[in-house]
């Protein structure tokens, strides 16, 4: 061998090696999490969040803003929890309580509530309420309120100083993420192999109130500054050149600078991210206050992570994982589709504890989102409780069918007065999801001046085989559009039941009025039911 081919075997051999050296070193800098820490994975054409490598699907609520303000708060707050079937509670971590004096971090009592959720069997998802509480800055401890010139406040156009830290502050930023980190730091440690906790919010609707955009003077610096070329991909179309300032690609008007103010959100609440995730990292979202149609931004918390700045966020904040809506507005299910895309599993934060929240987390659970939360969970009314109780219960039973499908094998359903029909093609099917009242024969209460929402889920277990779940729907069933098989479709079987232990067990058989003959499918209001359904053909 000659001397430069033995050098290259010896360079050649000491590679694996060197491998092995250097991954050690890098284990060194960041131990790898547990195995099984909470991830998102992606897979038959949908995500679905893991807990100690098992797909798992939350059935949420969040705690009111001071429910987990001192221990005994919380201890009474998780009790109100008792019969709702709750599976997830997220609950706020306040910064201001978090880091009284600068530097003096306390986080036990984030431990305690974690631990004591985790006594009740429960899963937590924690709010991170640093720089943002929706669009204000309220939760900012009081060294960094009183000190506005080391922590700068935005400001109005008329240059008044609002309650809100500027994001274009790196100060700001830096003293936030240096928090959110030693938070995610403690819960590694406390945590890490537990995995009581899910996922965390970084700030809570973030947002500008009032105006468009931040007008102080570090705000109109980085309008007249250079973009930097990843901004340019983000907010101009694309081919555009380097070398503008952000005045210059955006224009001018309350549109363009909620996009610039929405491209500096996401950087800093980035940065505030990755700084958490170099720690331990856990799935991340932000949540977004939605903007009432027809208003403009500012009368609406601008820039925050809106279905109009998705692509601005998701180019500016790529340590976020999911953007997510807090739904409070009608059309639950328009914002869910909002939200719902290839890069984005749907996430539902906070929604209205009222009693239609029951039918709308079957909706979405349908719809294959991670989950839906109520808001002020522990303030739940009586009705509002047992109902999503009993929708709860049912997804408890039907998770394991619900995670196992593939990528369109579910469907959520939701329909009102205002769309009393919907349809959809699935399995081998096309379904007519209708509300239950629009058979006046069916519901004995029948009552005009109240028609609740009726909705649910259905499963395809096979082409022609369903499981469908819900309260005050009708289903019927046609061929698939352009199928060329037999014209007629009529209900085999239709068996009443509930899962135990994995396995359906049957009730009873559904074939008279129930099934009006044999002509649909009929969970009538109220009931919350869960039936199983076989097809056959006929000419
Ligand atoms: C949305 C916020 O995110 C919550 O913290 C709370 O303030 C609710 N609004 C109140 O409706």
């Given at each position: 061998?000659?001397?430069?081919?033995?050098?290259?075997?010896?360079?050649?051999?000491?590679?694996?090696?060197?491998?092995?050296?250097?991954?050690?070193?890098?284990?060194?800098?960041?131990?790898?999490?547990?195995?099984?820490?909470?991830?998102?994975?992606?897979?038959?054409?949908?995500?679905?969040?893991?807990?100690?490598?098992?797909?798992?699907?939350?059935?949420?609520?969040?705690?009111?803003?001071?429910?987990?303000?001192?221990?005994?708060?919380?201890?009474?707050?998780?009790?109100?929890?008792?019969?709702?079937?709750?599976?997830?509670?997220?609950?706020?971590?306040?910064?201001?309580?978090?880091?009284?004096?600068?530097?003096?971090?306390?986080?036990?009592?984030?431990?305690?509530?974690?631990?004591?959720?985790?006594?009740?069997?429960?899963?937590?998802?924690?709010?991170?309420?640093?720089?943002?509480?929706?669009?204000?800055?309220?939760?900012?401890?009081?060294?960094?309120?009183?000190?506005?010139?080391?922590?700068?406040?935005?400001?109005?156009?008329?240059?008044?100083?609002?309650?809100?830290?500027?994001?274009?502050?790196?100060?700001?930023?830096?003293?936030?993420?240096?928090?959110?980190?030693?938070?995610?730091?403690?819960?590694?440690?406390?945590?890490?192999?537990?995995?009581t906790v899910l996922m965390v919010q970084v700030e809570n609707e973030v947002g500008t109130i009032g105006e468009a955009s931040d007008h102080s003077a570090l705000a109109q610096a980085a309008w007249t500054a250079v973009a930097p070329p990843e901004a340019v991909r983000a907010l101009a179309p694309a081919g555009t050149p380097a070398g503008a300032t952000f005045q210059q690609l955006l224009g001018a008007g309350p549109a363009a600078e909620e996009r610039f103010q929405a491209w500096h959100h996401a950087r800093y609440v980035d940065t505030v991210a990755r700084a958490g995730k170099a720690e331990y990292p856990l799935p991340m979202f932000v949540n977004a206050a939605l903007n009432a149609p027809?208003?403009?931004?500012?009368?609406?918390?601008?820039?925050?992570?809106?279905?109009?700045?998705?692509?601005?966020?998701?180019?500016?904040?790529?340590?976020?994982?999911?953007?997510?809506?807090?739904?409070?507005?009608?059309?639950?299910?328009?914002?869910?589709?909002?939200?719902?895309?290839?890069?984005?599993?749907?996430?539902?934060?906070?929604?209205?504890?009222?009693?239609?929240?029951?039918?709308?987390?079957?909706?979405?659970?349908?719809?294959?989102?991670?989950?839906?939360?109520?808001?002020?969970?522990?303030?739940?009314?009586?009705?509002?409780?047992?109902?999503?109780?009993?929708?709860?219960?049912?997804?408890?039973?039907?998770?394991?069918?619900?995670?196992?499908?593939?990528?369109?094998?579910?469907?959520?359903?939701?329909?009102?007065?205002?769309?009393?029909?919907?349809?959809?093609?699935?399995?081998?099917?096309?379904?007519?999801?209708?509300?239950?009242?629009?058979?006046?024969?069916?519901?004995?209460?029948?009552?005009?001046?109240?028609?609740?929402?009726?909705?649910?889920?259905?499963?395809?277990?096979?082409?022609?085989?369903?499981?469908?779940?819900?309260?005050?729907?009708?289903?019927?069933?046609?061929?698939?559009?352009?199928?060329?098989?037999?014209?007629?479709?009529?209900?085999?079987?239709?068996?009443?039941?509930?899962?135990?232990?994995?396995?359906?067990?049957?009730?009873?058989?559904?074939?008279?009025?129930?099934?009006?003959?044999?002509?649909?499918?009929?969970?009538?209001?109220?009931?919350?039911?869960?039936?199983?359904?076989?097809?056959?053909?006929?000419?």
């Open positions: 061998m000659g001397s430069r081919t033995k050098l290259a075997a010896r360079v050649a051999a000491a590679i694996p090696c060197l491998a092995l050296w250097l991954a050690a070193l890098a284990a060194q800098a960041a131990p790898p999490p547990a195995a099984g820490i909470p991830r998102l994975v992606t897979a038959d054409g949908r995500t679905r969040l893991e807990v100690d490598g098992r797909p798992f699907l939350i059935r949420g609520g969040e705690l009111a803003n001071s429910s987990a303000g001192s221990l005994a708060a919380a201890k009474a707050a998780l009790g109100r929890l008792q019969g709702l079937n709750l599976n997830t509670v997220l609950v706020p971590v306040s910064w201001e309580l978090c880091e009284p004096a600068e530097g003096k971090l306390d986080f036990s009592l984030v431990g305690d509530i974690v631990r004591e959720a985790r006594r009740d069997h429960l899963h937590v998802i924690l709010l991170w309420f640093g720089s943002w509480k929706n669009g204000m800055s309220s939760y900012v401890p009081g060294w960094v309120k009183r000190d506005q010139k080391r922590f700068p406040r935005a400001e109005t156009a008329a240059h008044q100083g609002v309650e809100s830290l500027s994001a274009f502050s790196a100060t700001n930023r830096d003293t936030d993420a240096r928090a959110f980190a030693a938070l995610m730091r403690t819960l590694r440690a406390l945590d890490g192999r537990t995995h027809g208003l403009a931004p500012g009368k609406y918390p601008a820039a925050g992570p809106l279905p109009h700045l998705y692509e601005i966020w998701r180019a500016g904040a790529p340590a976020i994982d999911l953007l997510a809506p807090d739904i409070y507005f009608p059309g639950f299910a328009t914002w869910c589709e909002l939200y719902r895309r290839p890069d984005n599993p749907l996430f539902v934060p906070e929604a209205r504890n009222e009693e239609v929240v029951a039918v709308n987390a079957l909706y979405a659970a349908g719809q294959q989102a991670l989950g839906v939360s109520p808001f002020a969970i522990d303030a739940i009314s009586p009705a509002a409780g047992a109902a999503l109780a009993r929708a709860y219960g049912l997804l408890g039973e039907l998770a394991p069918a619900l995670l196992a499908a593939g990528s369109g094998r579910t469907a959520g359903v939701l329909v009102d007065k205002d769309a009393p029909k919907s349809e959809l093609t699935l399995g081998g099917f096309r379904l007519t999801i209708s509300h239950d009242y629009t058979f006046p024969w069916a519901s004995p209460a029948r009552n005009d001046a109240v028609w609740p929402r009726g909705g649910g889920l259905v499963i395809a277990l096979a082409d022609d085989e369903y499981l469908v779940a819900g309260n005050g729907i009708i289903v019927t069933f046609a061929p698939a559009p352009g199928d060329p098989g037999n014209p007629m479709v009529g209900l085999e079987r239709v068996d009443e039941g509930r899962f135990e232990g994995g396995r359906f067990v049957v009730s009873r058989r559904l074939n008279g009025d129930e099934t009006h003959q044999g002509r649909q499918v009929r969970l009538p209001m109220g009931a919350f039911g869960l039936q199983r359904v076989k097809l056959y053909r006929y000419r």
